[in-house]
């Protein structure tokens, strides 16, 4: 086994007053038979990129045995507060991810992840983490600057991760792993790739995943496919075309209310009941809280370089969801409290097309066009409510939501010139989008009975007035990056960009007050009409640098949010409903250091500070208005830090990580404050040769949150939530000590 060691290549220029030394590159030799040696790579400098690239060693090491969920990994980098509800990161706790990256959470249906530049990803539904972490060779985290052909999705408003696909081999062979862990956890993947052979090569893979959950009762079971295929013909042409299947059926855990996270040590096994309903309004039960989807993702990547300075690049794409959501509803009003099932069964597709020509290394010049359709949800248009007979049988109500969508569709053509003069280096790209929502032709639904979508469409009433035509947004998204290279080894750098989101919670609101808004003549088009984009201008301003291995990266960032959604009371309608009205300010600073001390150590940290808050209060009713203005968001840590080693001893890695998240708050009014926690872990590899006629095995042992601290993890809550509205904050709790194994053999 050859063991950890750093060259450094020096070169030593003469003069008659000084004899300066410059560190020239650094070449690492890890203990890993194949894979990157660091966390993090080094930046380019020469390169308008402000994204950190998370190396195969960071998926190895940091992404959980589950190996499916790549914010298990980048939740290691400033500002990014992801603490999902179990260990495998699949059981999320709300329709939505459960990522906030520097305060902001997600808007709308759209999602942060994007495989290969493709916005493959969508809200709520399956398929969320469909990329198995053993095909995935890096993940870009992108979230200040976005440049053009990055800005893409539903939503971009808190930046993107980019999941880079692990391409078939260029020799033949094959990976088998097997892992087994506490709550019964199993999971088993193979990977094979065929080589070479001629022009093509191709891969395929299939792993399968079962889990029980941490308390109460319910469990996890995933099975997931892919295969790949390249051909490249010559060196001006490649071509990758890839498939994957996830199938997901799960439980979901029960929430908490504030009083009771106060009183964590009492319920923090609390969860939904394991015992059959016994009466009509028992619906607190577990099997009535589970999630079940099928989903299929097909996409290309081409590449035609017709000479050394054009190369044009065309990237399709498909993903087709279909499953549903139970979870239980919960009213003040017995009559109205019910089990829904939120039928899905949508799909989105696209396409991203760009030619990029060098003019020299001070001018290069790309102009694309990117095409996205989406169907809904959201918003719902295809929830059912069950009732509770007195066997505990669930009973066919009527539809809670009944409408007939379109697909959303969004088109942006793009221009962005980029290149090195001297020691500047600069971008600057312009994104022209035409953001179309769906229309929504809206059916009542009280005398409906019949259980299927379609028969209830043409048997249930057109109604008017919770329905609305399409509406569109046409919005500039501009992006600018400028940096100088101090050196060869250091550059300040200035950037700039725009990014969008939306969400699409007036519908459902509507519908769910509707008896009030048609007693007051409101129609949904009357409030649909003043809607707008919500906008981020963002700005970051930082210095990078490297010190013999090691990478420096403070930076300081703020971001003005332009429409964002709140809650508010109008006055001339006497109503509350969600409209695009807020204001908001967003300003941090953050630090990350990696790289390698010395042979036989190397790491990573990273430190960050977040300010988000409304600039405004808003009108709760005709005679109170909220006292927000300033405060923090629910569920945006001000302060964070995390931190991640990994020591060599022969053939044996030691990596012990920390993440430390500070208090935060349920409800924008700041009344409701969560305590901060801290979760260390610690992974233990030995690798071996020639185990069972292997080339390379890697045992592995992992522990994680080895104090069994008991935190909070997620608040589920809107960003306006007030504590006392009928919406209020509910919370969800962190997992305990885990213990897990595996066993990773490459042939």
């Known amino acids: 086994m050859k063991k950890r060691s750093i060259v450094l290549s020096l070169v030593a220029t003469a003069t008659l007053t000084a004899n300066p030394i410059s560190i020239e590159s650094i070449v690492v030799n890890d203990v890993m038979a194949e894979g990157d040696p660091l966390f993090l790579e080094e930046h380019n400098l020469s390169k308008a990129d ?295 069964d949508h799909d989105l597709y696209g396409a991203v097309a760009a030619y990029e020509h060098r003019f020299s290394e001070a001018l290069k010049a790309k102009a694309g066009y990117w095409y996205h359709k989406q169907l809904p949800p959201g918003p719902p248009t295809d929830r059912r409510m069950y009732g509770v007979n007195a066997d505990g049988e669930l009973f066919f109500k009527k539809y809670a939501s009944l409408a007939e969508v379109e697909h959303h569709e969004l088109q942006s053509p793009f221009v962005e010139v980029s290149g090195e003069a001297e020691n500047f280096i600069y971008s600057a790209g312009l994104q022209y989008q035409n953001f179309q929502l769906s229309s929504i032709k809206n059916y009542l639904t009280d005398s409906n009975t019949s259980l299927d979508y379609e028969t209830a469409i043409a048997t249930s009433t057109f109604d008017p007035w919770g329905s609305v035509e399409a509406k569109t947004f046409k919005t500039w998204l501009p992006s600018v990056y400028l940096a100088y290279k101090l050196d060869e080894r250091s550059a300040v750098y200035l950037d700039y960009s725009r990014t969008y989101g939306f969400d699409v919670n007036l519908y459902p609101t509507y519908t769910s007050n509707y008896a009030n808004f048609k007693g007051k003549g409101i129609t949904l088009q009357q409030l649909w009409n003043d809607l707008e984009l919500e906008t981020s201008d963002n700005i970051d301003l930082g210095y990078k640098t490297t010190i013999g291995s090691v990478t420096l990266h403070p930076s300081l960032f703020v971001s003005f949010v332009s429409n964002k959604q709140a809650n508010i009371y109008d006055s001339d309608l006497d109503v509350n409903y969600p409209a695009n009205l807020g204001d908001a300010l967003g300003y941090g600073a953050e630090f990350s250091a990696y790289g390698a001390v010395n042979d036989d150590l190397d790491f990573m940290m990273g430190l960050s500070y977040n300010r988000y808050s409304f600039d405004q209060d808003f009108a709760t009713s005709a005679t109170t208005t909220s006292d927000i203005k300033g405060n923090q968001l629910p569920d945006a840590p001000k302060i964070m830090a995390t931190g991640a080693l990994s020591y060599y001893l022969d053939n044996w890695t030691f990596t012990p990580s920390v993440r430390y998240t500070s208090s935060r708050y349920g409800d924008v009014e700041n009344t409701q404050k969560v305590d901060g926690f801290a979760v260390a872990d610690l992974d233990i590899s030995y690798r071996a040769k020639n185990f069972l006629g292997s080339k390379d095995t890697l045992f592995r042992l992992t522990a994680t949150n080895l104090t069994d601290e008991k935190y909070i993890a997620t608040i589920n809550t809107p960003d306006n939530v007030l504590a006392a509205s009928a919406t209020s904050s509910t919370y969800q709790t962190g997992t305990p000590r885990m213990v897990f194994f595996s066993v990773t053999m490459k042939y």
Do not use: C
């Not at 295929?229 to 498939?243: D, G, I, Q, T, V």
């Not at 015992?275 to 081409?302: E, G």
């Open 50 to 344: 402000n994204t950190e690239h998370f190396t195969s060693k960071s998926i190895a090491t940091l992404s959980s045995h589950a190996n499916m969920n790549p914010y298990t990994v980048i939740a290691f980098s400033p500002s990014v507060n992801f603490t999902p509800a179990d260990t495998a990161g699949s059981n999320e706790p709300s329709f939505h991810d459960p990522i906030r990256i520097r305060g902001k959470s997600q808007s709308g249906p759209g999602g942060v992840y994007m495989i290969n530049g493709m916005p493959l990803s969508s809200n709520p539904g399956g398929g969320k983490y469909m990329l198995e972490m053993e095909n995935t060779a890096s993940i870009d985290l992108l979230k200040g600057y976005l440049p053009v052909d990055k800005n893409l999705g539903f939503s971009s408003l808190i930046g993107k991760v980019d999941l880079n696909v692990l391409d078939p081999k260029k020799e033949a062979g094959a990976i088998l792993s097997q892992s087994f862990g506490t709550e019964n956890f199993k999971r088993s993947f193979l990977r094979f790739d065929t080589g070479k052979i001629g022009d093509f090569a191709a891969f395929g893979s299939f792993s399968t995943l079962s889990n029980d959950k941490y308390k109460g009762k319910g469990d996890l079971e995933r099975v997931n496919g892919m295969v790949g295929l390249s051909y490249a013909p010559n060196e001006r042409f490649e071509a990758k075309l890839y498939a994957i299947r996830n199938s997901d059926e799960h439980h979901n855990y029960d929430s908490l209310s504030y009083a009771q996270i106060e009183d964590l040590d009492t319920y923090f096994d609390k969860d939904f009941k394991t015992t059959k309903p016994t009466s009509a309004n028992d619906v607190d039960y577990y099997d009535f809280n589970k999630q079940d989807f099928l989903t299929t993702n097909i996409f290309a990547d081409m590449v035609y370089k017709p000479t050394s300075d054009d190369t044009i690049t065309f990237k399709p794409y498909y993903k087709q969801d279909k499953g549903e959501i139970f979870f239980s509803k919960f009213d003040a009003t017995p009559a109205k409290q019910g089990v829904i099932n939120w039928k899905m």
